[in-house]
């Protein structure tokens, strides 16, 4: 049996975020966006983080501390984001492993689509 995808959907990787990841498509609402999001922290896909990150607030580089195991992510609630609408936000708790100790980060994350993509803004 295959493992589910880390970003907590049933599906494994390849045919759920890893699809996002390679390019293949375009995460088509907010949440899937944040979800996909979320696994390229797992994976270890920096490209893909600020590829989806609005230029408007994009850092210049990215590096992943490879002592941090995402390892559970709970989406909380969301406004918007779906297909018909170009505004979303994403709240949700990433929980991690960082040298040994279990932590978790809370964020309601904002997303924008533009030219029919969806880009992640920031926090609310």
Not at 59 to 85: F, S, V, Y
Not at 91 to 106: D, K, S, T
Not at 118 to 124: A, E, K, L, R, S
Request: aromatic letters at 12%; charged letters at 25%; proline letters at 7%.
């Amino acid at each position: 049996m295959t493992n589910p995808c880390p970003c907590g959907l049933p599906e494994p990787y390849a045919a759920c975020c890893g699809r996002f990841h390679r390019g293949d498509q375009h995460a088509p609402t907010a949440e899937l966006l944040m979800r996909s999001r979320y696994c390229a922290f797992a994976v270890g896909e920096p490209e893909y983080l600020l590829a989806t990150w609005h230029p408007d607030t994009r850092p210049m580089r990215l590096r992943l501390d490879p002592a941090q195991e995402w390892t559970r992510l709970e989406i909380l609630g969301r406004t918007g984001g779906t297909l018909l609408q170009n505004e979303g936000t994403v709240e949700f708790r990433a929980h991690y492993r960082y040298r040994g100790q279990g932590e978790a980060q809370y964020e309601n994350s904002r997303f924008v689509r533009e030219d029919g993509r969806w880009y992640y803004v920031g926090t609310v």
